[in-house]
């Protein structure tokens, strides 16, 4: 048996996914949003949510690490920035899941010396149960329990990303 149960469906992704394009195409027509993917977990909802919006569509990749050593979560490091202009665009930040909300409260706070004109996140996922800074995504796929999660871009240990449903880790220790 495998040490996961699956909470969300491929076919529940797909469709949530179109309805989020749909809704993004809607809110930014004749706009020309800069997408940012938080790498890496957002990788593939990232792919998804871009080929659902009927939009010309700019992208950028970011990756930012934090290091969390027991209860201590510590400093943010930026693993690779974004190259892209950011004055006067409307950016839409590309996030799998916000959880402590702290990755997204970190990087949001350097967009915004950079002067865009519009800042919204897009997440696919929100652990809103444990949320530590006061943040909020302006589109969300799925609110999901506090627990661990994988499959769809996010991993345990850089294992079950390419998975193409969102799965719950039953017994952490086995994997
Ligand atoms: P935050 O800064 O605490 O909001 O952390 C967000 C990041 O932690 C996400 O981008 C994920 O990479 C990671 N993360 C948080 N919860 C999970 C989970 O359940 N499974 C896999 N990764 C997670
Ligand atoms: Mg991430």
Redesign the pocket.
Known sequence: MENYRILLTEEQIQKRVKELGEQITKDYKDKHPLFIC?L???IVFFSDIIRNVKIPVEMDFARLS?YRNGTV?GEMQMINDITAEVKGKDVIIV????????????FCELLKKKEPASIKICAFSD?KE???VDIEADYVGFD?PN????GYG???AEKYRELPFLAE?LDPSKI
């Open positions: 938080m890496k977990g957002a934090s979560s996030e799998d899941i916000v959880d402590s909300g702290k990755t997204l409260s970190y652990k444990r949320r530590e999901i627990v661990f999660v994988i996010l991993d345990y880790v």
